[in-house]
């Protein structure tokens, strides 16, 4: 056995503080590159273009995680990581990446059908390289993760979108139309893979050896039906807007869908690293933790409340301002969505406390719950249109919601009365901001610039929130004005 070196432990706190730093530029970057191409080429296609795209992007997305989900996280956790375990895993997963290409060339004609769209068999075809180049670069990625080596990860990310960004929008330019959005995905997968193999000097042997390969897919096996779980949760929505309405609405969905999604994954998600961390800390007092808890909530609804209250006010001018005026179906859809974004972080904080009292296997089972319900109440939904799906979105949320409060209160001290009265002041404030929000946009003259009306909105969010939360709770405010500035100097990197 050919033992990898393994990370120093020496100075382990500031690398990871560094790490964690390339780690936020890696996903912030990608965010913003991938939205801003998004924006581009949303005045350049259609949405049938962007509903085909994804609904090969369901099918990708659950191909890769019955693939690949994780052999990389047992590279990452093994505690003696050996030359031949690397060289197992990255062997099964070109096997399967090289299994799935064939397997997709072969079901690409039943699954369009199934869709009822017919150039979703075309699409597929040429995606199908995406499963290889996703394996060829698993290993390299994961093993510069263990190494704390993040900074080449954000690298490749920033390039790599990028560069598939430009090439999408040459091609949408050109007048590709759907195949601009295939085109960039293969870029990206591509350069992906390059820039990986460029930055890890690990290359793997024509070798395999059998029982490392059973250790390895031992641990990933565990995972596998977690993430499926999980997949089918986040993506059930979509697999049954494709099933019963055209590639229009699907791709409406997905622009609403899309700025609900950059929210979650921009403040929802970065507020509950924030909070695991600080939670973690008190896992054995559970008086201080149920405190903490408490406090870290009123925070998060202080500042997501106010924010998704604005967007969905100003939605239809959002959509008509970001992508013109042939998305403007997504701005009803949209504005339910966003009221799904103060829940889902409420869930997420309750998920991060329960961890920090050592209870993964409750979260898991929540997301089976998540998912259970996610694919009964879509599959009734989506019968009725776009919008009814984003309602069944925020009812399952609003449902399982009170179900992790109860399983959290058996975990910590959480008083639901005071924890209540403690979100009031947020609460109340987002209520007069909204108000004045809609006075302001109904009072705004016909032929206003969008981008003038936007700011006006803005202007107005900004002063009625901070004037009524002042009002009620002047330290609250304080406290939000320092949270905001946590927020901003915790991605810098050293």
Sequence with gaps: MHPINQPSTSGLAARALRA???????????????????????????PADFGTVALANIYVAFSQALIFQGLGQAIIQKAALARED??????????????????????CEPVARWFHSPHLADLLRWLSPIFILSALADVQA??????????????????????????GIVMARAGFGVWSLAGQQLVVSALNAALLWAASPWRPRLRFSTPHARVMWRFSSRLMGHELV??????SDQ???????????????AVAARVSTLLSEIVVRSLTR?????????????????????????????????????????????????????????????????????????????????????????????????????VALFAVFARWGLT?????????????????LVWLRRLIPVPIFRLCLSLLPPFLATVVMAGLDILVRASVPPGTPLFLTLFYGLLASVASYSA????????????????????????VPA
């Design 468 to 491: 009524t939360l002042a009002i009620l709770r002047r330290d609250l405010l304080f406290e939000l004005w320092n949270c905001l500035k946590i927020l901003r100097t915790r991605a």
């Design 86 to 107: 690397l060289e197992a895993a990255f062997w099964i997963n070109l096997a399967l990446g090289i299994a799935a290409a064939g397997a997709t060339l072969l079901v």
């Design 274 to 374: 924030v909070s695991l961390a600080s939670l973690a800390r008190m896992q054995t007092e559970p008086q201080r933790l149920g405190a903490a808890f408490s406090r870290i909530l009123q925070m998060q609804m202080c500042l997501i409340l106010p924010l998704a209250a604005g967007l969905g006010v100003f939605a239809r001018e959002i959509v008509l301002a970001a992508v013109g005026p042939q998305w403007i179906a997504a701005a009803p859809a949209m504005r339910i969505l966003l009221l799904a974004i103060p829940l889902e972080s409420l869930s997420a904080l309750n998920a991060a406390a329960i961890i920090a009292r050592g209870r993964p296997g409750w979260v898991s089972l929540l997301t089976c719950y998540h998912a259970a319900l996610n």
């Design 20 to 46: 964690a730093g390339w780690a936020a530029v890696e996903s912030m970057g990608g965010q913003c590159i991938s939205f801003g191409v998004f924006l581009v080429m949303a005045r350049l296609l259609t």
């Design 230 to 235: 999980s997949l089918a949760s986040r993506r």
């Design 142 to 167: 994961n093993l510069l993760a263990r190494e704390f080596a993040f900074k080449p990860l954000a690298v490749r990310t920033v390039a790599a979108f990028s560069c598939g960004g430009a090439a």
């Design 239 to 253: 697999f049954f807007i494709g099933k019963y309405m055209d590639a229009a609405a699907m791709g409406a969905y």
């Design 388 to 404: 009814a799906v984003a309602a069944a979105y925020v009812l399952r949320a609003a449902i399982l919601y009170p179900v992790e």
